[in-house]
């Protein structure tokens, strides 16, 4: 009895050991979890969002400078400033102004500050109306005036602050945030007037509000709110709310004031490009954070329910020594049970020796089998990938079309017909056209099985694979270093050896953005030791930890962080090479990165007349 409550208590003293530092391991395993997860998804979140605002922004302003220098260029207006006749100008104002329903005002005002041609609309939407002459006003010393007249630049154009829209002197009630552009107007290179339009904000600035996971605010130079994600605190400069940045963000105002970009814990600010000296500055604050709370709190829920689990589950250890010794009973039974098994095993061994070859055979067939579904899955991968990259590169051209045909086609309704520049834009469209045929053959090309061996250099197979995968590198902002040094002539597999190596440069790429490394860089190179020829791909993104490098090859081991790995490029790649080209893969770390190699020896490729895949 005594030497069972011993080994009760031993076991209670384990128990009791073992629950403590499980919850120790809890409580700072999952706090460093989280806390690192959040960190890292919202700060590359926030830095994409706030890209995305700052892109929609800069084509909602631009788009209002692409009209006025329009209009300027137009036989029309040039027709109406050389014989003041309004009949066509007030068609085509207005027509401008249609196609924007964010225009609120197009104007026209001569070298005297007279407004000569005005557009009003009153709300977003709503329908455009020409001014009558009797209600023209003289602008001639207000600042847009002044600051616009003053411009010497055909090509400059100037831009307001953003600020809310004042008639006869007073805020315009409800308010209306405006942004208003303006370019001088000239006449045998003298200025004779400016053209200004007033934008509606509101749309814009009411898009941004509403992200739902993001608070975002806008401030001026000063620190004042211009937009805030409680309304109460919006236009702070205009409506005297005495509410800045200063006292929002306490511990990180100064930063904010000080720097173009600025990376926080907890937010994200980054100058805005409008040449008005307002210096408007985006920041974004993600609500995630408030999830986080949440979060914290249930992981102490968890853990106290952890910890009151550990403590009645006491009793069962209690019950569990007292009912060990029926445990000896037990063990002798299985003991008995064990040696007649052990007599039926051996049985079943001599049985399976006498078919042995037969069972080696079925093996062997089921691992080609499985060899043949691990390519198939990695076919299917690299062609997922290979949709990816077509998107990629015909995005640009399709751009590029719809851009000429859009100048075109604004053209030919505001008079401009030039033969010479339709003809010069419809080559542009003829070219843009064949480079997606080419990038279609390409692609087309690349999943063709070639089955006999070609004379291939292994620049070109490099140079290929870059015209599937530069334009995915280039956007990425990745540099490309190069050296070539070998040129010799190899018989081998094209595709196959362009597979492997548009697998290692993805790999490459993948790891670079993983990390987030500055300046992003791969380097390739080919050269010849003695009769051996070398093709090296590496990068700068620190190399592979040395614990997992004799991994690294193996069928379905993946270091992807974003899951979507299927564990099968390397192992792949290697087969390829070693077992159906003839030659060797290998990796090895330097200083920098990573540095897979691919060797050939022109007498072993003698050996593979004919590929196994």
């Given at each position: ?58 084509q909602y302003t631009k788009d209002a400078e692409k009209k006025l220098f329009a209009i300027r260029d ?449 380097y390739l190179s080919t050269y010849k030791v003695n009769k051996s020829c070398f093709l090296e791909i ?76």
């Amino acid at each position: 009895m005594l030497e069972k409550l011993s080994f009760r208590n031993r076991l209670l003293l384990s128990y009791l050991l073992y629950g403590t530092a499980l919850v120790i391991v809890a409580i700072f395993t999952m706090g460093k979890i989280s806390e690192e997860n959040i960190k890292k998804s919202s700060q590359k979140e926030v830095i994409k969002e706030l890209a995305e605002q700052k892109a929609f922004f800069d084509q909602y302003t631009k788009d209002a400078e692409k009209k006025l220098f329009a209009i300027r260029d137009s036989k029309i207006f040039k027709q109406y400033l050389s014989n003041n006749s309004d009949s066509n100008i007030v068609e085509l104002f207005s027509y401008i102004t249609n196609t924007s329903a964010d225009i609120m005002q197009l104007r026209y005002l001569d070298k005297n500050g007279f407004e000569k041609i005005r557009i009003d609309r009153a709300d977003y939407n709503s329908a455009p109306i020409l001014i009558p002459n009797n209600k023209l006003q003289n602008k001639l010393h207000r600042y847009y005036f002044e600051e616009i007249i003053q411009l010497n630049d055909k090509e400059k154009s100037w831009y307001s602050k953003i600020d809310l829209n004042i008639e006869q002197g007073q805020i315009e009630k409800p308010i209306k945030p405006v942004l208003r552009v303006g370019i001088p107007v000239f006449v045998k290179n003298k200025k004779v007037g400016i053209l200004i339009i007033n934008i509606f904000m509101k749309y814009f600035l009411n898009k941004m509000s509403n992200l739902s996971l993001y608070n975002i605010y806008l401030i001026d130079k000063d620190g004042n709110f211009i937009i805030h994600p409680q309304k109460k605190y919006n236009w702070g400069k205009y409506l005297n709310t005495k509410y800045t940045v200063k006292n929002h963000f306490k511990d990180s105002y100064q930063k904010i004031l000080n720097s173009d970009e600025y990376i926080g814990e907890r937010l994200y600010s980054k100058l805005i490009d409008l040449d008005n000296g307002e210096n408007i500055k985006m920041i974004f604050e993600p609500k995630f954070y408030k999830v986080q709370e949440q979060i914290q709190k249930q992981v102490n829920e968890m853990l106290f329910i952890m910890i009151l689990m550990i403590l009645l589950s006491f009793p069962v250890a209690y019950i569990f020594s007292l009912k060990f010794g029926n445990l000896k009973e037990k063990v002798d039974k299985l003991n008995d049970l064990l040696e007649l098994k052990v007599e039926e095993k051996t049985k079943k061994l001599q049985e399976l020796n006498e078919t042995l070859e037969q069972r080696v055979k079925e093996e062997v067939d089921k691992n080609t089998q499985k060899e043949k579904q691990m390519l198939h899955q990695s076919r299917l991968a690299q062609m997922g990938e290979m949709i990816s990259m077509i998107a990629h590169q015909w995005r640009q051209p399709l751009s590029a079309i719809s851009s000429t045909a859009g100048v075109m086609k604004l053209d030919i309704m505001m008079g401009n017909y030039n033969k010479k520049f339709f003809e010069k834009s419809l080559d542009k469209i003829s070219d843009y056209s064949q480079h997606l045929s080419s990038t279609i053959d390409d692609f087309r090309g690349f999943f063709k099985d070639n089955k006999e061996q070609t004379k291939i250099r292994l620049e070109d197979i490099i140079e290929s694979s870059l015209e599937i995968i530069g334009s995915t590198l280039n956007s990425n902002n990745i540099k490309l270093v190069k050296n070539y040094e070998c040129n010799e002539i190899l018989n081998s597999y094209p595709n196959k050896l362009k597979q492997v190596v548009l697998n290692l440069i993805k790999n490459a790429e993948d790891v670079l953005l993983e990390h987030n490394i500055e300046n992003p860089t791969i380097y390739l190179s080919t050269y010849k030791v003695n009769k051996s020829c070398f093709l090296e791909i590496s990068d700068n993104a620190g190399g592979v930890p040395d614990d997992i490098m004799d991994k690294i090859f193996d069928p379905y081991f993946s270091t992807k962080k974003n899951k979507d790995g299927t564990g099968l490029g390397l192992y792949m790649s290697k087969t390829i090479i070693e077992e159906h080209c003839g030659g060797k893969l290998e990796c090895q770390n330097d200083e920098d990165g990573a540095v897979f190699k691919i060797v050939f020896v022109p007498e072993e490729l003698d050996k593979f007349k004919k590929g196994k895949i």
